[in-house]
């Protein structure tokens, strides 16, 4: 298929950003994060960023979101980086089914969690890169993964909502001790955590997203933070784990590896063609953004866009 020029997609942009203005089943933002439930569910964004460096929006591209659960495909490459493949004696590669902070399946695998982008394998992979460092370390690195991958240094933490999920994370600090039981935590349930929280608590806009996912596309001008090799297996979790228990369903539908957040972000990658993120904060029934996935939706149909070919 002959590529799509900026000229052709920026129309495709604006359709699905004045289709997404005026739904009106916008799903729920997520409550059980009290700062995140107080965000306005009206708002529709959508960025993406093309190999030749162009990029597009349409909507509230422009604002800043929590990112939350998409902070474990970052998370997941600088461990990756850092430990090498023994990192999946701790974490395994599996879909899980499961809702993104189920705990059934940690009794079922002895502390081991499924995969890296569900709650309990996301909590493991940062106690990994933790391990001898303190949270202020890791979340500098993070920063400073993010800001090169995106060619921006405006990307911070939202201290508010870090706390506030901090503050109700009984359930995230059960699965760490649980996972302490079985010998799969190495620094203080507390410290986990509170880094944990403090990830999944950065805000980075559409137009930021889509630029910091560019290293995932393989873009020649990307910066070289990852290997080849190394994407290939981060977008092949994407597709299979990304979207918890409607990750089959995003693949039938969009095609694309995807990683969802409950602050209502989306981020997708379209192989050699482009990163692109949306963003709408009501999520459906497994805790994803209803209308950033039926706008990925859209957009894969209207660019024909898919790793299926
Ligand atoms: N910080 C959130 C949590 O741990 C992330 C979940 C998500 O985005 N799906 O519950």
């Known amino acids: 298929m002959e590529a799509l020029s900026p000229a052709d997609l920026q129309p495709i942009l604006d359709e699905i950003a004045h289709a997404m203005a005026s739904a009106t089943d916008r799903g729920e933002p997520a409550t059980y994060i ?4 107080c965000i306005n569910p009206d708002q529709f964004g959508i960025a993406l960023c093309l190999p030749g460096g162009q990029v597009l929006q349409a909507g509230d591209a422009a604002t800043p979101f929590s990112i939350q659960s998409i902070s474990k495909v970052f998370t997941l ?4 980086g850092r430990l090498g493949d023994s990192l999946w004696s701790r974490v395994g590669r599996e879909p899980s089914g499961l809702a993104f902070n189920s705990i059934v399946s940690l009794e079922q695998n002895n502390g081991i969690p499924r995969n890296p982008f569900v709650n309990p394998g996301a909590i493991a992979v940062t106690d990994a890169i933790l ?11 993070l920063l400073r993964f993010l800001r090169t991958a995106a060619e ?5 933490i939202d201290k ?7 503050a109700h994370a009984h359930r995230n600090i059960a699965m760490a001790e649980f996972m302490a039981a079985h010998g799969n935590l190495q620094n203080p349930s507390a410290l ?6 403090h990830q999944c608590a950065v805000e980075m806009s559409c137009v ?9 596309a393989g873009f020649p001008d990307a910066a070289r933070l990852v290997s080849p090799a190394r994407v290939r297996r981060i977008n092949a979790l994407m597709l299979t784990c990304g979207h918890y228990d409607a990750s089959g369903d995003f693949a039938y539908r969009v095609g694309l590896p995807g990683k969802s957040g409950v602050g209502g972000g989306i981020l997708a990658i379209a192989p050699g063609r482009a990163s692109i993120a949306v963003w709408s904060p009501g999520l459906n029934a497994q805790g994803n953004s209803k209308l950033g996935a039926e706008a990925m939706e859209h957009l894969a149909h209207a ?3 898919s790793v299926f070919g």
Request: charged share 20%; hydrophobic share 45%; proline share 4%.
């Open 34 to 37: 009290p700062e995140l439930g």
């Open 77 to 80: 490459a600088i461990a990756l």
């Open 131 to 141: 391990h001898g460092l303190q949270p202020r370390d890791v979340l500098a690195e």
């Open 152 to 156: 921006d240094n405006d990307i911070h």
């Open 160 to 166: 508010d909502v870090a706390l506030s999920e901090l």
């Open 192 to 197: 986990t955590i509170g880094t944990y929280c």
């Open 208 to 216: 930021q997203l889509a630029r910091a996912g560019r290293f995932l």
């Open 303 to 305: 660019t024909g866009w």
